[in-house]
């Protein structure tokens, strides 16, 4: 490409890693393609950020590119985090190998891009004045790229040396004999305060906030570290793609509370020894997601600063206290929390004593005034979008990008926006991006994105732009994964926070590498789904959701899939009792109740029916429910259901009574119905003697135990008693024939499939009996029933029956309230403290029984 061509198919903005990947895949793809960098060189990163100190925080041997196999076998890393020169080294090597730098335009800013409608071309703007016209346009400009204004008073003021870690100057800063202030603890203040004390007279730390750190431990990468790679590369590869965050490691089991103190702290030991960044969060499994699991590691790391640290003020001041381990980025350092201990050394605690202003020779905190020759700003990055909105680009109709991500970035997989046809982002907000191993997301989006350009030239296509709703909709799923986490509750660069004005989102998708990859596959898989295809060929608007499934509910599912558990159905009745028995007994065991009484009560039959009754830990009477537990009147039993029963009792105030009932095949149609007619009146009778409030009890089940439940709500009602006060019913069964588009729609995959539930039938009840209202609900009366509340989870096979019987039983006159749970499956509601998406439903049905009882009681 020569500079005074004006018309290529494809601008790639930025030279660092993700632009100079994706030169060489349009090169091979034979598009024409020209890239733009400001700096006079390749490397991005590593060409501005020279600070003293400066080196990768992922080892070096997966913080490579694995797109070139024999570059793998050239280049050999000196150290375990190799440093900014040899990083750059690196990116000129490969540079210099695959001869980008003849489709590189050096020294060159990238200003504002246009999209043309009519021509289907961008018009690139750039500060010296060339303007280009593409076809494809693709910012690789980087997440880290845009440093952050100064936003402290005074600092142009200054008259001494101003240096910023993110610009660096080439011919590096000898501090020898000077007085230096640095402003920020962030990582590049970490890496560079140990070697800038090293030379300087006095060195001045101003700390805002304090960073958790743990040693590197650099030096030459042992044999035993670098043997996976080196057995197999491929494979090694392979498995960073798939990971959680793009370096290759075990998935931890255990949560953090789930060891013993001392085997905790000597996991903690271990993982302060290897000096890993994705091991510090990654010792357990729970880290990022429970509060009181990342206690016990700030507490651990809190103690090393401590024993480190000889000035217990200062050691305080390093205790980071105001946000959980992992949701900002931590540091791997070399003798960083030593430096404290040197005597020139001071550390400025800002909380106590903030900067007020800086001044011509120094800073002015508000209660001391320091003089200095020269201030490092170590003060961070507009993250993730400042580089991109940095660029005035205007989509079609005249939207610009920064209107349209005014209340904060707004992306389809990270990848693409709405509105801006064939504008691609690389690492874009809503990917996992700055969350992983970026070199292994850098490849995975270049991949896509040559791939996609690929699809649209062979399709004789040219345009390609996320639809509307496809990108909502994405965004709404990433928040959704950022909430399960503790990640957004820091104020953090990932959040926008450090930026003033900027709007606070979580930025990145929070669901890890290896998932972000099938996901993005699948969308091609799926024609493309979620996007709008356009060109002579015709125009393909392939509308839809990639991801509808609660984030919770997906892990669930992917667990599941990958124990590769035998289906329910085959396993034979008394296996399946065995396996229900099990795996009830991983889950979380639910609140604590006041009070815990096991009893039986007599059947229809007098066959004597275990019960078990949760009483609220507050003082009584109180009113009661009887509740009917799942398993498809073949499994479960009293106690199958635990956790939900504990937190109807805590949430409701009430009394609950999960009943067994008699279960098939061993008592078949219409045992169970009758069982629970029994049981609900038998309760009724002895509420008093129960601790509760005798007369009146509300029903409440799940699944087949919700059939159980609105049986009796009817059953009651023809019998005269006893006085049912309202009913609960998730996820109820309700209807013997199985025809609705929920059964085959989500027929299998979301937990409880068709075939269990055929099989579970079939256990119960004959065929003919089906009809009979006491097997199927949705066929009786329904005039005159209690208030219901009915649940139905979107992935639930028999979610259109429970839709039915809600529609049923308003047109009846029943008061109905009925609560659709988008993204939920069949088993998501009852798994409490498993299940955080769905707590809502849970919480519904614990007003729903509070409100029953209450008024019944008040009646
Ligand atoms: P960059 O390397 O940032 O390159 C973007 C390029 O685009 C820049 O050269 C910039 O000049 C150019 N550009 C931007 N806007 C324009 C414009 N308008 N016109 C023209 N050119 C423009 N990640 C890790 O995974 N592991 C690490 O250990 C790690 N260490 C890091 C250390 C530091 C100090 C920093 C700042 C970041 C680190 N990162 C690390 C993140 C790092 O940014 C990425 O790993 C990676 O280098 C990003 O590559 P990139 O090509 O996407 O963007
Ligand atoms: P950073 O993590 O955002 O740290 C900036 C620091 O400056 C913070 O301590 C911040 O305090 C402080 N600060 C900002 N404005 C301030 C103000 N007005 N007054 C006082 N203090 C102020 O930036 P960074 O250190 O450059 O790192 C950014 C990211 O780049 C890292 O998180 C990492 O992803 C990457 N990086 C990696 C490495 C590596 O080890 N490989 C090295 C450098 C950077 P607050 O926290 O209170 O805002």
Not at 708 to 727: D, E, F, M, R, W
């Amino acid at each position: 490409m020569t500079e005074s061509s004006s018309e290529v198919d494809v601008v790639i903005v930025g030279a660092g890693f993700a632009g100079m990947y994706e030169l060489v895949r349009m090169r091979r793809a034979g598009f024409s393609a020209i890239v733009l960098e400001t700096a006079d060189d390749v490397g991005g990163t590593w060409y501005w950020n020279r600070y003293p100190g400066a080196r990768c925080d992922i080892l070096s041997v997966d913080y490579s590119y694995s797109w070139d196999p024999d570059l793998q076998q050239e280049w050999t890393w000196s150290e375990r985090y190799a440093a900014q020169p040899e990083i750059l080294r690196y990116a000129q090597f490969v540079a210099d190998k695959h001869d980008l730098r003849r489709d590189v335009r050096f020294n060159t800013r990238v200003t504002s891009a246009e999209w043309n409608d009519d021509t289907h071309r961008w018009v690139i703007h750039t500060d010296t004045g060339d303007d280009l016209t593409c076809r494809h346009y693709i910012m690789a400009t980087g997440c880290l790229s845009m440093p952050k204004v100064p936003d402290i008073e005074g600092t142009d003021r200054f008259g001494g040396e101003v240096y910023f870690t993110s610009t660096w100057p080439h011919d590096g800063v000898d501090f020898t004999g000077k007085r230096v202030a640095v402003i920020g603890t962030g990582s590049s203040a970490v890496q560079s305060i140990p070697l800038i004390a090293a030379e300087a007279d006095q060195l001045t730390v101003f700390q805002r906030t304090p960073n958790f750190s743990i040693p590197a431990r650099n030096g030459p990468i042992s044999d035993e570290r670098l043997a996976p790679f080196l057995a197999d590369p491929d494979a090694y590869r392979d498995e960073a793609r798939r990971s959680a965050a793009g370096v290759p490691r075990e998935t931890p089991l255990e949560g953090a509370l789930m060891v013993s103190d001392e085997e905790r702290t000597a996991r903690y030991e271990a993982m302060w020894e290897a000096g890993e960044l994705l091991g510090i969060t990654g010792t357990f499994n729970d880290t990022l997601a429970n509060a009181e699991s990342n206690d016990t590691l700030r507490d651990f790391i809190h103690g090393k600063i401590r024993s480190i640290v000889k000035d217990p003020e200062v050691a305080e001041a390093l205790c980071p206290t105001n946000h959980y381990v992992g949701t900002k980025r931590a540091c791997l350092d070399t003798n960083y929390y030593e430096t404290y201990n040197l005597p020139h050394v001071r550390l400025v605690d800002l909380r106590k004593d903030p900067i007020s202003t800086i001044t011509e020779t120094g800073v002015d905190t508000e209660s001391e005034s320091f003089e200095f020759d020269a201030i490092v700003f170590a003060t961070g990055f507009d993250a993730m979008t400042g580089a991109i909105v940095g660029v005035d680009i205007t989509g079609r109709d005249g939207l610009t990008l920064k209107e349209k991500w005014a209340e904060g970035p707004v992306t389809y997989l990270g990848l693409m926006t709405a509105g801006f046809p064939n504008l691609f982002m690389i690492t874009g907000p809503g990917s996992p991006s700055v969350l992983s191993n970026m070199m292994v997301s850098i490849e995975q989006h270049v991949d896509w994105i040559a791939d996609a350009l690929v699809h649209l030239r062979e399709n004789d296509l040219d345009t390609i732009e996320p639809t509307e709703l496809a990108e909502t909709r994405w965004v709404q799923h990433s928040n959704e994964f950022a909430d399960l986490t503790l990640m957004p509750t820091a104020n953090s660069w990932y959040m926008g926070v450090n930026v003033p004005g900027k709007p606070q989102v979580f930025l990145p998708y929070p669901g890890g590498v290896g998932r972000y990859r099938v996901t993005c596959d699948e969308v091609v898989e799926r024609d493309y789904l979620g996007f709008a295809l356009d060109g002579p060929s015709g125009r393909i608007v392939n509308d839809g959701i990639i991801r509808e499934l609660a984030p919770d509910v997906q892990v669930m599912l992917e667990t599941m899939a990958e124990m590769g558990l035998p289906p329910i159905e085959t396993m034979g009745v008394d296996g399946a009792r065995e396996f229900m028995t099990a795996s009830g007994a991983m889950m979380p065991p639910g609140p604590d109740v006041g009070e815990i009484v096991d009893g039986t009560l007599p059947g229809a039959d007098g066959t004597p029916l275990e019960y078990r009754l949760f009483r609220p830990p507050t003082d009584g009477p109180h009113p009661i429910a009887v509740y009917f537990h799942g398993g498809g009147w073949v499994l479960g039993s009293a106690t199958s259901d635990d956790p939900l029963c504990r937190y109807l009792c805590v949430h409701s105030n009430s009394i609950i009574v999960s009943v067994n009932y008699r279960h098939a095949p061993e008592a078949r149609f219409p045992a169970a119905a009758d069982d629970g007619l029994a049981a609900a009146t038998w309760i009724a009778d002895h509420g008093e003697e129960l601790g509760g409030i005798p007369g009146q009890v509300a029903v409440a089940g799940w699944s087949a135990g919700a059939n159980v439940a609105a049986v009796t709500a009817q059953q009651a009602k023809l019998a005269g008693g006893p006085a049912i006060s309202g009913q609960v019913l998730l996820c109820p069964v309700t209807d013997g024939t199985t025809e609705r588009p929920s059964h085959t729609e989500n027929a299998d995959g979301y937990g409880l499939t068709m075939a269990v539930m055929n099989w579970f039938w079939d256990h119960y009840c004959d065929r003919d009996d089906r009809a009979d209202p006491k097997a199927s609900p949705l066929l009786g009366d329904l005039t005159g029933l209690p208030p219901a509340l009915v649940i139905t989870c979107q992935f639930d096979p028999l979610r259109d029956e429970g839709d039915a019987y809600a529609a049923a039983l308003a047109d009846a006159g029943v008061s109905v309230q009925h609560l659709q749970c988008p993204g939920q499956t069949h088993t998501a509601v009852p798994a409490v403290g498993a299940m955080i998406t769905s707590e809502y439903a849970r919480a519904a049905m614990a007003d729903a029984l509070r409100s029953y009882l209450r008024t019944a009681a008040n009646a």
